[in-house]
């Protein structure tokens, strides 16, 4: 049986009929779901994103006058006894936002845990130097400790993707949602992988389209559209629950203060509709992207499209110039988001050329040892230069930014571990305990203190006796 008229007709229109060419060779099922994942792509789009990204083989990839970039205004972290008075006004102003029930968490958390060697969903990676808790547990405790502290539910919205969805769905049921009274999953949209030269779109057997998740500029798009089982968006929600402040990280950084007043007391003292948090680059090759002032608004550079020259360049006391890294950890203004996603507004799409296993004309899955398909990807940063207000936060790498993304090496779950060791380390001695150090100042074996017991160094002062002595494992929960 040939395929329907109507579908080939539509994907000739753009010189992809090839994907029905096994049509025939497909049971009714394989059928229906090729048809499904057709319907649900918007051609028109996927052949603009060919024409920039593959037939234009001279376009430019990032177009920006580099010469016009300056460094951005940043709230530096404070350094004066006058610098701390203000920011502990600004703490109030965000403490305040949550006592009254403002603001909303969203965890991005549609990554699998491939690189790290693990089968799953990145967000069930365990994490815990000593309990072996799992990112998505130290999220939940956080988000649970900052309810109670506030007397206020914070709601937690994570978008997931199509590939770990269900997986994410059953671990959070089989841990009772780490008893968070709000927990909501919505799901990012995806598009084709298409090859590299052709723009043909990609097969990943006869009857499925090669798709891969959009990229984290997808939140935008998720959070606005309706739930498949007839709920309202994530973003009409929020407003019927009196959200204002959307609170966005991302899954993989440990370290991270959820729904910090410290963070959101400044963004509302400005009145601001997007703010991030930044850190200071250490090394011009680091890979972060560099929030920079651009023709008097804010950017976000990639670490690869940021020229060498410019990321090399120092302040006369020898500190980078273009030092303010992005740690995608951001706040937005609901009504922001809102206004974006009435007007349609379209993230602008990257590249990402990437290894994808594919079928030939003949049927053969074809495994390739070299990159040979374009992914199309947003990013939410791509939101900044929209906001008509911004600020820049700056916080502490070492107590704030630690991402877990390879198996060893930097980013690693060695790494993680301790700097996490370190920071509650560092807590329990400002709290008067005494940690056993080796010669060389480090730690010989695992801390680790559950945000339950204690969110911050103030709170464990008052939870330990002074003078306590760590000198094993030790899990305060």
């Given amino acids: 049986m040939p395929a329907p008229a109507e579908l080939v007709d539509r994907l000739a229109r753009y010189g992809q009929e090839h994907v029905v060419r096994f049509w025939d060779e497909l049971g009714e099922l394989d059928r229906a779901n090729l048809k499904r994942e057709i319907d649900a792509i918007d051609w028109g789009q996927i052949d603009r994103l060919i024409d920039a990204f593959v037939r234009r083989a001279d376009r430019v990839e990032f177009e920006m006058d580099f010469e016009r970039i300056r460094p951005p205004r ?11 008075s203000t920011r502990r006004i600004a703490c109030e102003i965000g403490a305040a936002a949550l006592s009254a029930g403002k603001v909303a968490v969203v965890l991005v958390a549609g990554g699998q845990g491939t690189r790290l060697g693990y089968d799953g969903p990145k967000g069930c990676y365990p994490i815990g130097a000593v309990s072996n808790a799992s990112l998505f547990q130290i999220h939940a405790e956080k988000i649970a400790a900052v309810s109670r502290k506030f007397g206020k539910c914070v709601p937690l919205y994570m978008m997931t993707s199509p590939d770990n969805t269900n997986a994410t769905e059953e671990f959070w049921r089989r841990n009772r949602y ?44 998720a959070l606005a559209a309706a739930g498949s089982d007839g709920r309202p968006s994530p973003l009409d929600e929020m407003a019927r629950l009196g959200i204002d402040t959307i609170f966005y990280f991302q ?3 440990p370290m991270v203060k959820i729904a910090d007043p410290s963070f959101i007391g400044p ?7 997007a703010s991030f948090k930044v850190i200071e680059k250490i090394q011009p090759d680091e890979k972060l992207g560099v929030v920079v002032e651009y ?22 006391d020898g500190s980078l110039r273009h030092w303010a890294g992005s740690i995608a950890v951001h706040l937005f203004e609901r009504s922001f988001l809102e206004r974006l996603a009435a007007a349609s507004i379209e993230l602008p799409f990257h590249r990402a050329v990437k290894k994808v296993q594919y079928i030939d004309e003949k049927g053969t899955l074809i495994v390739p040892d070299a990159p040979n398909a374009i992914k199309f990807e ?31 090496g930097p980013d690693s779950p060695a790494t993680v571990r301790a700097r996490m060791t370190e920071l509650f380390a560092g807590w329990l001695e400002g709290a008067g305990a005494r940690v056993e150090r080796s010669a060389d ?22 939870k330990i006796e002074p003078g306590l002595v760590v000198n094993e494992p030790l899990y305060l929960k």
């Fill in 251 to 253: 899954v993989d950084n």
């Fill in 74 to 84: 940043v709230e530096r972290l404070p350094r004066t006894d006058a610098e701390r």
């Fill in 178 to 221: 780490f008893g968070l009274e709000h927990v909501r999953i919505f799901e990012q949209g995806r598009l084709p992988a298409v090859d590299r030269e052709s723009g043909k779109v990609l097969l990943a057997d006869k009857g499925r389209i090669a798709l891969s998740p959009s990229g984290h500029g997808g939140t935008l798009a």
């Fill in 267 to 273: 963004h509302l003292q400005a009145n601001a509709e």
């Fill in 295 to 316: 023709d008097g608004g804010l950017r976000v550079i990639e670490y690869s499209d940021l020229p060498a020259r410019l990321g090399e360049e120092r302040e006369p």
């Fill in 378 to 408: 947003s990013f939410i940063f791509d939101t900044l230069p929209l906001a008509e207000r911004s600020v820049l936060v700056e916080t502490d790498r070492s107590v704030e930014f630690e991402p877990l993304k390879n198996a060893t």
């Fill in 441 to 462: 100042g480090s730690i010989p074996f695992d801390i680790e203190i559950s945000p339950l017991f204690a969110l911050s160094a103030s709170e464990l002062k008052s």
